[in-house]
């Protein structure tokens, strides 16, 4: 009870409190109709005057790109892929699946790159394999301090915008956001923050993206529907009412709640879930959302790491322990097997080669219940 209780003060609260204190917001999230169709809300990202919807598409674990061009022709406008996603593979389905409306869309990707040289080389890449001329927003993949973003880096970026390779600067992170959002708030180089954020995550989330939105950075949230998580147990038949519910439909409108969030990509990889999270833009955050995601917070409470950061340094064998249950949670909770095996085939071999079973004891306690030792032993089972 006390985790329950937790989250309804410290979790959900916040976007109230955010709205609040943003309500003379410039932007207006007014929604529109189409003739036929769903209903969008849209709002602006920063100060790019980058105009977008504000659910968008997240293509990491598409395969099929006819979802894509569906999404484009209902009227998403934001998309993103990364140059590492699915091999590369998935830059040149979503370009191919975008290609008509490449002028009706912001299209953003990524670089893992650590140098400058290599930056360089995935800008050109990516936009082959995207069959554009540009990117609307290239991000620097994937950082959890400020030491992650050189001057090398950032003068890649640099030099991309200057050849007009990219129109805007962005930079994405998983966890440490609580000190990397601020400080990039305040760099003079950076247009976009693509951060994870939801429900699960702790106050400090909430308070750092505001104060980018007020530095007028664009926020866009990922990992909105926190692991996902569609079934628990494929005997848990109470869980699956939770979703038959609305389990995750009510995680993406309370990350919506925050006027703070520019837009959202949410992963989708069918026109079922593409339906579903539509909603969100025209169905409100209230009362019986808070009930499903109270619910379902203690569910997933064991198996979701909040990327909070508590447990670095922790384990007795070096494990960096929330990248590898981040990356579990590919093949637990979106199903997506073969993208988990291949983040952890990135590991360090030191890292990849570590067996939980080795250990007398594990020596990792996370203060919201994970039950870390069991957790990574299965990723090392999986995909080891």
Not at 146 to 172: C, H, M, N, W, Y
Not at 211 to 238: C, E, L
Not at 279 to 304: D, N, W
Request: one cysteine or more; hydrophobic letters at 40%.
């Amino acid at each position: 009870m006390s985790s329950r209780r937790h989250f309804l003060v410290s979790g959900l609260g916040l976007p109230v409190i955010a709205s609040a204190s943003r309500s003379a917001s410039p932007e207006p999230q007014t929604p529109r109709t189409p003739s036929s169709g769903p209903v969008f809300q849209y709002r602006t990202l920063g100060k790019t005057g980058l105009k977008v919807t504000a659910v968008g598409f997240g293509c990491m674990i598409t395969s099929d790109g006819s979802v894509v061009e569906r999404a484009a022709d209902l009227g998403i406008t934001y998309f993103d892929t990364a140059r590492g996603y699915q091999g590369g593979n998935n830059e040149r389905m979503v370009g191919a699946a975008l290609k008509k409306k490449r002028n009706a869309i912001t299209l953003s990707s990524k670089t893992h790159s650590k140098t400058k040289e290599e930056a360089l080389q995935h800008i050109d890449i990516s936009l082959r394999e995207l069959g554009t001329d540009h990117l609307d927003i290239w991000y620097l993949h994937n950082k959890t301090s400020p030491a992650d973003i050189t001057d090398d880096l950032i003068e890649a970026q640099q030099i991309a915008k200057k050849a007009g390779k990219i129109r805007f600067a962005g930079v994405s992170t998983h966890k440490g956001q609580a000190e990397l959002i601020p400080f990039l708030a305040k760099h003079p180089q950076i247009d976009v923050i693509l951060s994870a954020y939801n429900f699960t995550l702790e106050p400090a989330v909430a308070a750092a993206i505001e104060q980018a939105a007020a530095a007028g950075k664009g926020v866009v949230g990922m990992k909105v529907m926190a692991g996902g998580f569609r079934t628990v147990k494929p005997d848990d038949p109470a869980y699956a009412k939770l979703h038959r519910d609305g389990g995750l439909l009510a995680a993406l409108k309370w990350v919506l709640h925050n006027p703070n969030i520019g837009t959202t990509i949410p992963s989708m990889t069918d026109n079922e879930q593409l339906d579903e999270n539509l909603k969100a833009m025209a169905q409100p955050f209230g009362p019986a959302e808070e009930k499903i995601l109270a619910e379902r917070l203690e569910r997933i409470a064991p198996l979701y790491c909040r990327t909070c950061g508590r447990c670095d340094g922790m384990c007795r064998q070096g494990l960096p322990v929330s990248d590898v249950l981040r990356i579990l949670t590919y093949a637990d909770g979106y199903g997506q097997f073969a993208l988990g095996r291949e983040r952890f085939r990135e590991l360090a071999p030191a890292h990849a080669g570590v067996r939980c079973g080795s250990c007398p004891g594990c020596t990792v306690e996370c203060p919201y219940g994970v039950r870390v030792a069991q957790r990574v032993a299965r990723a090392q089972e999986l995909f080891a």
